[in-house]
């Protein structure tokens, strides 16, 4: 391929295309008319000889090519900016959105005083709490861009994503103070009372249902909640326990907390974003905020 013919800016347009799946709202973003973001996309159908976005039910959808194209888009773009614009403008005079992927824990803690944090160091930087769908969702958001930080566990860091260990999180048990497990608390007493599960995604079982099964044992899960936020107010209320990270109880203040009858392995929290990412100013300032308070 000649790429003395090729035209940077087309490929500027077809990373705000794929990144709305929308012709309209990638010209607004770009501030073009949608006229002009058709005519770039046509020509980028013919340079990757694909069409890229198809029409769906009401919609637009990336094809399989597309998809290819995200993170190798971004990766490249970001090099050029480094190379033609380095960022040196001092933090106060950024003006950026930073979309982080997160669990309601540890959003819990950090929302408030990374705000805070921002407003004092870089007021113009813009911040997007996503909706949590799971570390490999993540881990696929800041390769292709969906995603500019995620706190997870990343069991690995791989060739594409850098990974920071903030902390290591165990976890325990809370119930309310006159609860009347708590007198004799063990395995038993444990199981005879019905628990709430925290999961974002609905699910009835965890890990911890695999390890009783093979103790010969089982616990009934009597509510499944979405937040780690909604489950101190079920406790305080009913017979029911909970098993929650310890720093989720303590945050709390007026539940018991016990050690659980059974081992149960913790589990560290990651700090992650892309490798491109590194000389980002603004996200580098955000993910040191974001290690100071969780750490």
Request: hydrophobic letters at 45%.
């Amino acid at each position: 391929m000649n790429l003395r013919g090729l035209d940077l800016n087309l490929l500027v347009i077809l990373d705000a295309l794929l990144d709305e799946a929308h012709v309209s709202r990638g010209a607004d973003r770009l501030g073009l008319s949608q006229p002009a973001a058709s005519a770039a996309l046509q020509r980028c159908r013919q340079l990757f000889r694909d069409p890229l976005l198809e029409r769906g039910r009401g919609t637009m959808r990336l094809t399989a090519k597309a998809e290819t194209l995200r993170g190798p888009l971004k990766s490249l773009l970001a090099g050029v900016t480094d190379l033609v614009d380095p960022p040196d403008l001092p933090l106060a005079q950024i003006r950026q959105t930073l979309r982080i992927a997160m669990a309601d824990y540890p959003a819990l803690f950090v929302a408030a005083p990374l705000v805070a944090g921002l407003r004092d160091s870089a007021p113009g930087i813009d911040l997007v709490i996503q909706p949590w769908h799971g570390a490999e969702a993540a881990r696929a958001a800041l390769i292709d861009g969906g995603s500019d930080l995620a706190i997870s566990v990343f069991p690995e860091e791989g060739d594409d994503i850098r990974r920071e260990e903030l902390l290591v999180e165990e976890y325990r048990i809370a119930l309310r103070p006159d609860h009347p497990a708590t007198v004799g608390f063990d395995l038993d007493r444990w199981l005879a009372y019905p628990h709430v599960l925290v999961s974002g995604r609905g699910e009835t079982r965890s890990p911890l249902d695999g390890e009783l099964a093979r103790l010969g044992r089982s616990r009934r899960v009597g509510l499944v909640l979405p937040s780690f936020g909604m489950v101190a107010d079920v406790l305080r209320g009913s017979d029911m326990i909970a098993m929650l990270p310890s720093r989720v109880i303590r945050a709390v203040g007026d539940l018991v907390e016990l050690p659980p009858p059974i081992p149960v392995a913790g589990f560290p929290l990651h700090l992650a974003w892309h490798r491109r990412r590194d000389k980002d100013a603004g996200l580098q300032h955000v993910a040191g905020l974001l290690a100071g308070l969780l750490r």
